[in-house]
């Protein structure tokens, strides 16, 4: 019901858009968030966004990624900027049920399948 998408190669310093768009349902009252795991570590929180564009996120990434969604196009949206190659990570995007954010991942109802974002350095 979530499909994330926009993932790949890019140098450090480079950009990356990724897409969550999901279906089946309508999410808009749902608080959507991205998570990471990088390679042999656990998942992590990045960032989140409320229904009405509230949002929050890790320090590693804050003024360098932006969440925006698009109610109207029940899709997400994670723009990253000056993109490190501690980034690279597959990215989650998750949606929650409840109207107030929450960091933890446990506390998120529906994945996407992730996308992979690698940054060669």
């Known amino acids: 019901q979530l499909q994330a998408c926009g993932g790949g190669l890019v140098q450090t310093g480079g950009s990356l858009r990724l897409s969550c768009a999901a279906s089946?349902?309508?999410?808009?009252?749902?608080?959507m968030g991205w998570f990471r795991q990088a390679p042999g570590k656990g998942r992590e929180f990045v960032t989140a966004i409320t229904s009405g564009g509230r949002t929050n996120y890790a320090d590693f990434v804050k003024g360098r990624f932006t969440v925006s969604r698009d109610n109207a196009k029940n899709t997400v949206y994670l723009q990253m900027n000056s993109l490190k190659p501690e980034d690279t990570a597959v990215y989650y995007c998750a949606a929650r049920r409840l109207s107030s954010s929450s960091t933890y991942s446990n506390r998120y109802d529906y994945w996407g399948q992730g996308t992979h974002v690698t940054v060669s350095s």
């Open positions: 089946g349902r309508t999410f808009s009252s749902y608080v």
